[in-house]
Structure formats: C-alpha cells, structure tokens
C-alpha cells in the first residue's frame, strides 16, 4: 500500500486547478467521488459494502487522514486498488492535494473515491475537482446536523444517512432531518442505508450507475 | 440567549492570549472547561447531564459552533447560563475568540464549559487558555479514532467515552481503545459514560469537584 505525504497547495487558484482537474477525469471516464463526512459516520464501511456489491466496476479510493493508514489497509484487503493520503495536518483536500493523489491511482479506474478528512467544516469549503460530492451523516450523530453544518449540505450532490440499522435505538427523526436538508438544498438525492445490514443500498448503487454512464455519454458527445 | 459572532484572532500570540486568559480565570476563581469532540458525540447531552446532576454549582456554558442556536437553547432551557457563539466559518476557538465570549458571561460562574466547534482536528491546535481540556469519543465513531487523530488525545487532560449504552451494539473495543489512547498519552483520565443512563457519570462529577477544588486551592496559595 502506497502512502503519500502531502501539504497544502498555497495558490488562490483552488477553484481552476479543481475545474482542470475534473475536466481531465471526465476525459478518462473516471467518475471521482469526494466522500465527506464528520470523523466516525462510517466512510469505509460504506466504502467497504461498494466494493464488495458492484464487483464489475473497477474502484479505487484514496484515503485522507491526518495519521494512520487503518482504512487504506481496511480497502486493499477487499481487492481494491487503494492508497493512504496524510495530510500534514490539514484538515482538508484542496484540488491540488487530490490532483497530486489521484496521479498516484491507476487511469483506468473508474470510480475513485476520495475519502476526505473527517469533519463537517473545512471540506465544504474547497472544491476538490471531483464530479460528485457524497456527504454521509450516520443516525447516532442526530438529526440536528443540517441545521449546524449547512455548508457541507449545500455543497453535496448526495447525502447517504448511514447505520440505519440503529434508528430504533436513537432518537433520530429521519423525516425532519430530510426536510431540514431539503430546505438547505431542494436539488440533493438522499438515501438511507445500512452498510451493515445493506437495506437501502441497491439505491445508492443505482445512483453511482447513473452518475457513471452519465458521465461515459458526456465524454462520447464532448 | 445572546449570540456572539466572532472572528478569528489575527495574531502570532495565541499562546499568549491563552495564558493570560488562564491566570485571569484562576484568579477569579472560575475552572474554564475546553470540551471538544466530533461532531454529534454527545457534547451538549453530557453539558445537559452535568448541569442537572451539579445543582450546587454554577455552571455557564459557551456553545461555539458555525450556525445555529439549538445547542444554547437546550442548556438554557436548563437553567443554566449560555451563550451561542458563531465563529464565522472557523472550525475552532482560538484563545482571542474565548477571551472574548467569556467577557459576555457572568464572572461568578466556577464552572464554565467550552463546547468548541465539532470537530477532531481543528481545536486540537489551538489553546483556548482553558484550565481543563476535556475530550469526548463516543462509541458509535469507533475504537481506532486515537490513530487517526492523535493530537486531540495528547492535548486532551481527559477523555469522556459516551454512550456506553450503545457497546452492544456496536463493535468497539473499549480495553483496546484505551489501551491506544494511554499509548499518546500515558497521563490521561478516561471516564467511560452514558448520560441516558447515567453509568459512570458520578466518576467525571467527582472529578470535575476535585479539579475545581485544586483551582480555589491554587488560587489561595497564589
């Protein structure tokens, strides 16, 4: 497993390099997912279950942390092609930090999950190029979440509530929480899941179908 | 309720900041509490237990997050003294920041509680001037959270594992994660809570009465 060590790049060009950056994925048919969500709402379990349920696609993930390669180790012992991003500390990925990664990933892939920093602030605050934003928020954390991050909600395509299977033990109320998000965001798809049990996840699955022959026709009309 | 928006401390001096902020506080005798954690850990649930089951203190509670007032609505609605600071976007409390949401609280409260921002990168980085840095993990976010984000747990004077209500059902190693979290850092306190059912909280209480009372203590001496 490959580990690479990378710092913040320090230009107020973010938004350019990750507008180049997406354009160059696109061209290669490469659907990148940036995954965000708080530390602990299960990145790569959600990670772990795609692999394991869509074994015709080819799948990579970079994983970013600020130490540790526990999930990176957690994703090449299913198969997938995976590397371990440390981020110097930062608590983000900026476009050229996933541009830097992505070049350390096999071309021909063609879903690549960026597994962003765990928190709900920063990572909403830089575009990092990707074609699909992904944020997960998982049941034990509350339904409270929308109204405290509104960023991270607004700037996700999708939002996957995760450990559903744990609802009854909560008190989460996943219809106010879905009002509160559409509120902040009418145009996000939203699906429940469980990685653990796997209910709601054929749902998901279609989606990131969709998004990639979505992408696939795009590239064929560019 | 008072809102505070405040922006970040444009200074090298934040150390300086925090421990003029400190020697301030202990003279005034009031312990300043840093309480940090991921989002939806249980920050306020705790803060809402410790408010009921300390009636003989006087609490106050500095609720920091990026939007919203959910949080300072459910502490008042206790009784006790809140006030919701916004932090313009800022993923953390930064010792200026503090100094300037304690002036807005009362100066005879002893025990007044930070709930930073959620999240476990940002507020690890920076000194508050707090007299008690206090971290929470719960049992939903998972054991291996000391590898990924060792510096909360080395800033940290103890830990608050919440809801052990959940350890059956989750998969969570409590021996192993103290074990990796003892390996940071060999002088931390570890309380293992559930403020639904109360387990283990007179343990955090009995140690929060013995910190207070070493600060009254210094205090004379000083």
Chains 1, 2 share one sequence.
Do not use: W
């Amino acid at each position: 497993m490959r580990l690479i060590t990378l710092n913040a790049t320090v230009t107020a060009s973010n938004d350019r390099d990750a507008a180049a950056l997406r354009e160059k994925l696109v061209s290669r048919g490469t659907l990148l997912v940036n995954v965000m969500s708080a530390a602990g709402s299960g990145k790569t379990t959600l990670l772990s279950r795609l692999i394991r349920d869509l074994p015709d696609v080819k799948i990579g993930v970079m994983e970013a942390d600020i130490a540790s390669d526990v999930d990176a180790k957690t994703i090449e012992a299913l198969g997938a092609a995976a590397i371990q991003v440390h981020t110097s500390g930062m608590c983000h990925m900026d476009a050229g930090m996933t541009a830097a990664a992505v070049e350390a990933m096999d071309p021909s892939l063609r879903l690549l999950f960026l597994e962003n920093v765990g928190n709900l602030i920063c990572p909403a605050e830089y575009d990092t190029g990707a074609g699909l934003n992904l944020m997960l928020l998982s049941v034990p954390e509350g339904d409270d979440k929308p109204l405290k991050y509104p960023l991270m909600f607004q700037k996700s395509d999708a939002l996957v509530v995760t450990k559903t299977d744990t609802l009854s033990y909560f008190t989460f109320d996943l219809e106010k929480c879905v009002e509160r998000v559409k509120k902040l965001n009418p145009a996000i798809r939203i699906f429940p899941v469980s990685a653990k049990t796997g209910e709601g996840m054929a749902a998901l699955e279609a989606y990131l179908r969709e998004r990639l022959a979505a992408l696939t026709e795009g590239t064929d009309h560019a």
